[in-house]
């Protein structure tokens, strides 16, 4: 049986800056999972303050998932840095959603958005402790680049790159 599309899944719609606090606390139960991870909502991430509007450049995208109750329970965005290259932001999945597809289903959308907006590669940036994104990311055909970064967040994030031509 072939995977439903994200939007099949749940409700995907546009992200709003109404949404900001359901995306906090998104991220908070995602980041439980691992020890020394922690949102600061007052020093990172301040494209989910204004989630709605954070993503507002040409052909930018940011989208939340809703589960059966209307509550967010996933989302994921996309940005263009370069010409020819999208760059996959934000993908977070709620715990109990994990394990249906959604992921991969928010992985293609932004893949079909970002090739729909002229994109040849893709290229994301991933948290060394979510190990299993990085599975998932490996099984859509993405590879792990020798890059990586270290950011001045309150978590100490190291995070590695990851890339996919299109």
């Not at 999972?33 to 991430?45: E, N, Q, S, T, V």
């Amino acid at each position: 049986m072939a995977l439903l599309e994200a939007e099949e899944i749940l409700g995907l719609r546009p992200a709003t800056d109404r949404d900001a606090q359901d995306l906090f606390g998104l991220l908070a139960l995602c980041f439980a999972d691992y020890p020394g991870c922690f949102i600061d909502p007052h020093d990172d991430l301040p494209d989910l303050r204004t989630p709605g509007s954070s993503f507002g450049e040409t052909n930018e995208a940011f989208w939340v998932a809703e589960d059966e109750r209307g509550r967010v329970c996933a989302c994921v965005a996309v940005s263009f840095p370069e010409l020819g290259t999208a760059e996959l932001h934000r993908l977070y999945v709620r715990p109990d959603q994990r394990g249906k597809g959604l992921g991969g289903s928010l992985v293609r959308k932004v893949e079909r958005h970002a090739r729909l907006h002229g994109a040849t590669r893709i290229v994301l940036w991933s948290d060394s402790r979510f190990s299993a994104a990085h599975g998932l990311y490996q099984r859509l055909g993405y590879n792990r680049a020798e890059e990586k970064r270290e950011l001045d967040d309150i978590s100490h994030s190291v995070e590695y790159r990851f890339e996919k031509d299109l």
